[in-house]
């Protein structure tokens, strides 16, 4: 009874930063791409982690997370949302600024070709289409009931899974289900707030592409402008229509995206 009580706690807390009820199509199968894996290695306050990406798994998603790492997006910034059994989540760039040019540029579906297994890479989403952006979350155990919601993993942890398990985990669920930071308050005042109110929290100092040059600095991470995108979802009411990320707790739960992207919750 706990835990049917949780979980539909956990699911009106995803429903209220932003899942719309709808599971994300991907409609028909691409073909295969050429493209080549490569692998990033992320410098955290914990140690680091190696992640190898596979663009045949999900193209798009392999696509945009090279472009975000390569613009340095991703560092000095936290895994603000690090649930202890289910997944650590980041994205929401410490820059309230320069997060602002990225969140609504968002990439269309991926068909799902691998499962959220432990030490498997997801871009976090809303329950909308195509609403993946920049927050993305690494499975700390066998996730796989996000599958079916349109989590698409995209890349997988090679070294440092240990590191993974380490990211503190004391703070929870965010906002307002749980006593970890609220994703809007981290979008709109970046790491001063993290920071200030939570400072235990774990950070990527660094990430770069393993064989290629550095990230370039923050103010050219600038995102390329899409020919398809759906209408933003921090456009419409913050109800029961827009998160991203997967919801927390446990196995048999749904999913959505953080950021208003979080990966599905699991109670």
């Known amino acids: 009874m706990l835990r049917l009580s949780l979980l539909a706690l956990s699911l009106m807390v995803l429903c209220f930063v ?42 798009k998603g392999a696509e945009r997370f090279k472009e975000l790492v390569k613009n340095g997006f991703y560092n000095d910034v936290a895994f603000f949302r690090v649930i202890d059994g289910f997944m650590a989540q980041i994205g929401i760039n410490g820059d309230p600024e320069l997060h602002a040019k990225w969140r609504d540029n968002n990439i269309m579906d991926d068909p799902v070709v691998e499962s959220n297994k432990r030490g498997y890479v997801s871009f976090a989403k809303t329950g909308m289409p195509n609403s993946r952006s920049t927050q993305f979350f690494i499975n700390f155990g066998d996730n796989s009931n996000l599958d079916g919601m349109g989590f698409s993993p995209f890349a997988k942890v090679v070294e440092g899974m240990d590191v993974v398990d380490s990211l503190y985990k004391g703070y929870g669920e965010g906002a307002p289900g749980g006593a970890g930071p609220d994703q809007m308050r981290v979008v709109a005042e970046g790491n001063a707030y993290l920071k200030k109110e939570f400072p235990m929290l774990d950070y990527v100092k660094k990430s770069t592409i393993v064989g290629e040059e550095p990230a370039e600095s923050k103010e050219k991470a600038e995102p390329k402008p899409e020919t398809e995108k759906p209408e933003s979802e921090d456009a419409a009411p913050k109800s029961e229509k827009q998160t991203d ?18 990966p599905a919750t699991k109670e």
């Open 18 to 59: 932003g899942c719309t009820g709808e599971v994300p199509t991907s409609g028909e199968p691409e073909a295969p791409t050429s493209a080549e894996n490569y692998q990033v290695l992320l410098e955290t306050t914990k140690g680091n982690i190696k992640l190898e990406v596979h663009p045949d798994w999900s193209p």
């Open 245 to 262: 990320a997967p919801a927390s707790e446990k196995k048999d739960d749904a999913a959505a995206k953080p950021e208003t992207e979080k």
